[in-house]
């Protein structure tokens, strides 16, 4: 059984993919960036009693819910009518907020239990050299969560690549979404399939190559 492999037909979109593509770096960038960003902020005020005990309910909630459902709220939220803005927000940044959200819940969760894990002996012989806490959270207990959490980070980030396809759905033109429209136009799908296949191995190899990288570190083995 044969079959008539056929990539030719894929060269009029190449264009389209090199934008497609750069659309799917700036999502997985911006949200892995602000989500981060957030995400370390809310670990460590999810530590504050009596906080914790309503915010890391609401965090859990929020963890469950799937990306694609956080994107549809997200676009389909009345922006317009409650606001009273001019025009709704772009499918790209209704998929950017829905990625940098469910990276933040994460994030946090990662780094609130970083940050109990660091030995309570390596703090109180800090506090009995006489560093003060601002001193001891710099030198000691942010580095050593740093190195905690980096390995699970870098596959968070990796998951967001492949997560930013899912904002084809809502319309954002990414590899995902061009493949889409060749299909229809071509009815070659198992080759647009596989034209999407290797330009996300192509984004996702380099974290992965640094991921290993990390796990191989002194470095990273190293504790406070």
């Known amino acids: 059984m044969n079959y008539d492999w056929d990539f030719s037909v894929f ?41 914790n005990y309503i915010l890391l309910p609401i965090n859990d909630i929020l963890r469950a ?50 940050i109990d894990g660091v030995s309570n002996n390596t703090i109180l012989g800090a506090q009995a050299l006489g560093l003060k806490q601002r001193n001891i959270w710099h030198h000691i207990i942010l580095p050593d969560v740093f190195r905690q959490i980096l390995p699970t980070m870098i596959a968070f980030y990796i998951g967001n690549v492949r997560l930013s396809s899912l904002a084809s759905v809502i319309g954002t033109e990414d590899s995902v979404y061009v493949a889409k429209i060749a299909i229809t136009q071509n009815f070659r799908s198992l080759e647009a399939w596989i034209i999407v296949a290797l330009i996300y191995i192509a984004l996702v190899l380099p974290l992965s190559s640094f991921s290993r990288f990390l796990e191989k570190s002194k470095w990273l083995k190293r504790r406070s």
Request: charged share 10%; glycine share 4%.
């Open 65 to 114: 819910i799937p990306v694609l459902v956080l994107m549809f709220f997200f676009y389909y939220f009345p922006y317009v009518e409650i606001f009273n803005l001019d025009k709704a927000p772009s499918s790209f940044f209704c998929a950017t907020l829905a990625l940098t959200l469910a990276q933040a819940v994460f994030t946090a969760d990662v780094v609130r239990a970083a």
């Open 11 to 51: 060269v009029h979109y190449i264009p389209a993919f090199k934008r497609a593509i750069w659309i799917t770096i700036k999502l997985s960038v911006y949200s892995s960036f602000w989500g981060t960003i957030i995400g370390v902020f809310l670990g460590v005020i999810y530590r504050v009693k009596p906080l």
